[in-house]
Every structure is written in C-alpha cells, then in structure tokens.
C-alpha cells in the first residue's frame, strides 16, 4: 500500500513542475505584436494613460498590429532592475520602453538600446524638440538612442500658512543656507509640533536622497560629484563635508522628519499625502511634478494648493553665484536593440509622444515640457500656478553624471547622509568613508581632489 | 553494531530473477522527471551563479555586453569591503540566535511541555504556533512589520500601559529580525521534536525514574540520547532555512539603518540587483552556499555519530 501511494506522489509532483513549466512558456503570437514596457503604481498612472491612448491610436492606424502593454508595478529603483532583467534576454526583452534618462548611456553600453540616428532624421517632428532635452537621449558616440518624454527640476516647496504663522514674510526666498536654518527654528518656535524644513537622507528614498537633497547642497558649495572635463569622480572636498554636516544639522535640531522616518522608501508619501497639505511641514526640497500629486485625479487631491503652497529657488552655501540650485532628471522612451521590428517600434514610440499625448503627459505628471509645441501651449502654460516658476530653475540647473558607475556612487552618497543623521559617523568621517569608497569602485585614477 | 542490512538484502537480491532487477529500475522512472527538473531549475543556476562570481557581468554597462573573466577578484573584494565583515557577523548571530538558540530551544520547551499537558491544551498551543508558520513568508513579515512598527500592535499595547514605544524597527533592527524568525519558525522545530518524543520508549524513561533519576536527570541523559538523531536533522533544517532568510528582513528593516541588519542574502540582493554587480553579488552568494555546506557537513557528522 505504502510503495503506490509514494510513486503515485512523485508523479503528481513532476506532473506538476511540468504543467508550472509548460504554462511560463510564451503564447504564440498571431500577427505583428509590439511589447511595451513601463512603469505603473498608485500614485504614477500619467504614462499609462498616454500608453492606452497611443495603442488605440496606433492600431487603429495600423490594422493586424497589436500593441502589448506591460506595466511594471514598482518603485524607480526595482523599476529599472526589472527592466534590465528583462532586457538580458530577446524573449523577454521589451520593444519600447520608459527610460531614466540617467541610464541612458550606461544601457547604451550594455547594448540594450537601438541607435536611432536614420529614423529620427525621417521623422518631420524631432525638429520640435528643444536642443537641450535632445541631450538627454546622446550617448558617448553622439548618437541618439532615446527620445525625452519630459524634464523636471527641483525647488523648494512651502506651507504659505506654516511660514505665515511664524512671522516669515512672504513670498519667501531664503538666500543662504543659514537662512533656511534661521527660518525652521522660526518655525519649530511658533509651533513644536511642525516638521519645519524637511530634506531626505538615507539609503530608503533611494535617488530622491540625493536628487531632491544632498545634490541641492553639493552643487550649492561650488563643489561637485564629477568633473565633466577631467572624467574624474571628486573626492575629498570640503563642499561634500559641508553638505552633509548641514543634513546633521537639520536632523539634530529635528527641524527635519525623524529619523526613522526618513529611512522609511515611502516618507514621500506622507510628505505629499499628509504632513504639507495638513500644514503639519513648512517646507521641503522637492521636484517639480509636486503638483501632478495634489492637482484633480492626482493620488493626494488637494484643492487647496495653488493657494497654500509657494515655491522658492533653493539657495547656494552663501548666496554665491548663480544664487540658486536645481537638479533636472526627465525619462525616456527608447526602443529595444533586439526589437524584430524597429520600424514599426519606433512609429509606436512617434505616437506615443506626439503633441496630443505628450501635451496630456505634461500636464499630468507637471512635467516640464521638451516639444517647442507643447511649451507655448496655453493649456500647459495654465496647468497649474507654478509652471512657470519650475521651468525658470532650468537656468540654475544640473544633470547626473550618467555614467555606468554613477549608480553604485550614489548609493554611496545615500549611505554617507544615512550615516550621518543616525549618528552612527561625523560628517567627516562619513565622507572619508565616501572618498575610500568611491576610490574602490571606480579606482584611483578616475577620482580627483577638488 | 549489528550484521549490516545491505549484506543480508544482498544475498537475498542475488536469488532475484533478472525481472526483479527491472522492476526496481523501472520503480525509479516516476522520479526522473523530477530530476531532471531539479538539474534545470536548481543545479543550473548554482551552476551559473557560481561562474558568475568569477566575472564581472552586470545588470547595465559595457559588463552587461561583455563580461570580463576577474578570477577571484570579487572574492577579494569581499576583503577590503567595510559592509561584507559586518554582513558575515550578523549572519552568524542571526541563524546562533534565532534558529539554534531560539526556534531549536523554544520547539523543544514547547514540544516537551506538549508531551506533559492535556490533549485541549496542547492542541491549542499547537495551534497558535503553528499558525505562524503556516502563513506565506511575505504575509507573516508584513504581520512581524506592523507589530513592531511606530504605529504597531506592540506600541499601542504598551500605549495602554501608559508606555510610550519606540520605533523598535530603527532601534532594535537586530531584535527585531530575530523575534520575528523565532515567531515564525519554532512551529517546524516543535513538530519535529513532537514526533520525535512519542518515539522514546516509555519503558527506558520508567526504569530511569525507578532508579531515582529526577526530572532534569532524565531529559538530559535519557531522552535527548534517544532523540539526538532528530536534534542533529531539526538543527540542519532550520539553519539552512534561517541562512536563507530574505523576505521576513527585506520587508521589515531592508537591512537598515545604516546596514545594522544586513545579513548575506540582503547584501547580495543588493549588490546584485540594487547596484547592478551581479558578479559580486553571486560571489556573496556562493560564500553562502559555502557556509550552509560546513553547517551541513557539521550537522552529517551529527547524525551519523547518533546513529552509530
């Protein structure tokens, strides 16, 4: 009895491995099918959108074609892990996708993305493009690979009421770092129980770390991470020490959020969601798709934003010049190097940013527009009280060195602030820990002292 | 010992007919299937993994295109790396603390106590902790998250007390990781140790008490003796589980803060598919399976020498 009961288990074991198997296989596609690939969560469904407008436009242009959208539910970080999961293999390798336009050249290098140097020169409307956003799909050959759906910069963002109950005369333009210090202890005196200025530190916010914080400082001091003219990646410098000792500041005075809170990957969410809307933050670092969040259909709706919030240009160390800092990002699309057809690719990717969809895209995720067209929109233009006031930080602004090594360097910044606002490091020996880090990564060769 | 089984089989087997031998070749056939699975979906990754470390392939990069053969160099790495030391230790203490301290320990109590109570009690204790166990992974770390969590079960039962809690995750990360694996795992080590109780001879346990040896005396002498084989097997088990511990502590500390529970599976995963380094993020990998293989090798002794 016991011998036919085993064996018959061992079947229904391997009967069911193969049936698990057999089901991962890919289904038979019928016809031409054009995969997809992008990002999608709760509060990001702008790009899906435009992606669901575009495929009925697209298939109803060109009949037996299926466009097969896959979003990918995730934070930006496991975003682009996925992605390039996905692309190691042309089974699984998308045919169009969202790209961080940081990524660009080190997914050019990995041979993920297809050169689209002969189909742009065909297409009427790459001429509409402004020269600057076409950078941001330029590889180190100077061709270009991917196409910019938007660009953003970052400000920062403040409770009109916080700062009025604290006396601070608006509209507010700290000038200097100590400015913004004097201002939050203003703040924390008026009311205890307010988070006065808060900036992310740590490894949990991931990029938001250093795009909507530390870089703000770093690039303020007249510092910087990476020397573009040497290509070498700068250690040592007293601006770094100074960034993160104004971070320990901001932390140890508990002008900023705890932190505990700031290591938690969706403090974001609380930021947009609860404590600046409830007025419960002065002020923050944040970019300038702020109000795709609160605007209608946006994940924290709040009528009352383009009232009570104000933006401010982010200081340098000592108002030196230019007198203000920002950092631009922006996302991609970009076809698939082993993509079966780049044609029809690329004419998906076209619809997908033509003026109707990337107009629409813009306005939903307060993008800053890349299209000439759509920038002298009126219906961009009164997107929202604040369209303006972004798009000018353009001229203050920087990029990441969007090297193939720049993600493990960040993550090495991210780790320097975590140290430093748990006090488990000074600000000194977090950043000798940065510079002994960044000389093992990179090697010594590629840093520099500056 | 005794006349080995195999030789009185044997003598046996040789007065088999050659349709005997068939038969118990073809009683093999159900399992190569499996197999041969196991050769595709687990050997074949090791396999790769294990290649893997000795390159540099990444998730982006011109390493992604064409990796370079390093040698040992990630190994090396490993060496000069701040985090990989701190990353070994709290492996250690993690699987010391909440497997073989904690889930060995407590299954044993538990499994013990059980043995003494009445059918309801233990039925019901039995219950509670096996239904921790029962829960999928991510399920039972997203439960151990809001316990000990700011806005926790645990703070808001202290808040009755009138105790104000900390934020036990940023504060304890350590603790907290390994309350949360004894939680969840000492069902399996209790069930073990259960079965492995109803197995001593009543008789020996009566003899030991006739000759006046107390409580203490008895499970010390008598009945740990007895289950040693069991101990050896639960211990093996739930080490090799708790090395391999990734979902419970990705969910609730991610390693954090500052890599104060960043044990080796977090830290490959991060090296991996955080930074993208697949190649130093499979040789933390294969030093894992390095240091799962010497628990193994350990624990086979053990059983071996309980047996004999």
């Known amino acids: ?450 | 010992m005794a006349v080995p089984d195999s030789l009185s089989h044997g003598s046996i087997r040789r007065r088999s007919t050659i349709q005997g031998a068939l038969r118990r070749r073809l009683r093999l056939l159900p399992v190569v299937p499996s197999i041969l699975l196991l050769g595709v979906f687990m050997l074949a990754p090791v396999a790769w993994s294990f290649y893997s470390s000795f390159t540099n392939v990444a998730l982006s990069g011109k390493a992604a295109l064409n990796p370079q053969w390093l040698g040992f160099d990630n190994y090396a790495r490993m060496l000069t790396d701040s985090v990989f030391p701190l990353s070994v230790w709290l492996t250690v203490v993690f699987v010391a603390v909440s497997a073989i301290l904690g889930q060995n320990a407590l299954g044993l109590a538990i499994a013990l106590l059980m043995t003494r109570s009445g059918g309801a009690t233990a039925s019901l204790v039995g219950t509670v902790v096996v239904a921790s166990w029962i829960l999928p992974e991510i399920v039972a770390a997203f439960a151990a998250y809001a316990y000990f969590s700011q806005d926790g079960t645990l703070n808001q039962l202290l808040g009755m007390f009138g105790v104000q809690g900390t934020n036990w995750l940023y504060a304890f990360p350590m603790a907290t990781i390994v309350l949360a694996n004894v939680w969840r795992g000492t069902a399996f080590s209790m069930l073990v140790y259960r079965a492995a109780l109803s197995q001593v001879p009543r008789d020996v346990s009566e003899a030991a008490l006739m000759d006046g040896a107390r409580g203490w005396q008895r499970l010390a002498f008598i009945t740990l003796p007895i289950i040693r084989g069991s101990i050896a097997t639960n211990l093996m088990l739930i080490t090799l589980q708790t090395l391999a511990v990734f979902t419970l502590i990705w969910v609730m500390t991610a390693g954090g803060p500052a890599n104060a529970s960043t044990t080796l599976p977090v830290l490959a995963y991060q090296e991996a598919f955080k930074l993208g380094d697949i190649g130093y993020g499979t040789a933390i990998a294969s030093i894992l399976i390095l240091i799962g293989m010497v628990f193994g090798a350990v624990y086979v002794r053990l059983v071996r020498g309980a047996k004999s």
């Open chain 1, 1 to 450: 009895m016991r011998r036919p009961v085993r064996i018959g288990a061992a079947l229904l074991v391997a009967a069911g491995l193969l049936a698990s198997a057999a089901c991962s296989a890919q289904p038979q596609a019928i016809g031409k099918t054009v995969k997809i690939v992008y990002q999608k969560t709760d509060s990001f469904t702008a790009l899906d959108k435009v992606f669901q407008d575009a495929k009925q436009e697209f298939e109803a242009a060109n009949a037996g074609v299926t466009v097969d959208l896959e979003p990918i539910q995730a934070s930006d970080d496991d975003y682009g892990t996925k992605l390039a999961l996905a692309q190691r293999s042309p089974d699984t390798a998308p045919d169009v996708f969202y790209e961080d336009t940081f990524k660009v050249r080190s997914d050019v290098d990995a041979g993920y993305l297809l050169k689209l140097d002969s189909q742009l020169a065909a297409w009427d409307e790459w001429s509409k493009f402004n020269e600057s956003a076409k950078a941001a799909g330029r590889s180190d050959d100077g061709s270009i690979y991917a196409v910019p759906l938007g660009t953003d910069t970052r400000a920062i963002w403040y409770n009109k009421k916080v700062l009025q109950k604290a006396g601070i005369p608006l509209p507010w333009q700290p000038k200097t770092w100590d400015d913004i210090l004097a201002a939050a202890r203003k703040m924390k005196a008026a009311d205890p129980s307010v988070i006065p200025f808060s900036m992310y530190a740590g490894t949990g916010t991931g990029e938001g770390t250093v795009m909507q914080s530390f870089y703000e400082l770093l690039y303020g001091t007249g510092s910087s991470l990476y020397s573009e003219s040497d290509k070498k990646w700068v250690v040592g410098s007293k601006g770094f020490t100074d960034s993160l000792q104004f971070l320990k500041t901001l932390y140890d005075e508990k002008l900023s959020v705890t932190p505990a809170d700031a290591l938690d990957s969706n403090v974001w969410k609380k930021v947009f969601g609860q404590w600046l809307p409830q007025g419960k933050m002065g002020a923050t670092v944040e970019g300038s798709y702020a109000p795709s969040f609160w605007q209608k259909g946006g994940s924290y709706e709040w009528a009352g934003y383009a009232q009570d919030m104000g933006v401010a240009k982010f200081p340098t160390q000592f108002g030196q010049d230019p007198g203000g800092v920002s950092m631009s990002g922006g996302w991609t699309l970009a076809v698939g190097a082993k993509t079966k057809s780049p044609d029809l690719a690329f004419k998906f990717l076209t619809t997908a940013v033509n003026k109707k969809n990337a107009l629409a895209f813009d306005i939903n995720n307060s993008q800053i527009a890349v299209r000439t067209d759509v920038a002298s929109d009126p219906g961009y233009l009164g997107a929202n009280p604040f369209v303006k006031d972004v798009s000018d930080l353009v001229a203050v602004t920087h990029y990441r060195p969007a090297t193939a090594d720049y993600p493990k360097i960040s993550l090495a910044v991210q780790q320097a602030t975590e140290a430093v606002i748990t006090g488990k490091q000074s600000p000194a020996e977090a950043a000798a820990e940065y510079d002994a880090s960044v000389k093992n990564l990179v090697g010594d060769a590629k840093t520099m002292q500056k």
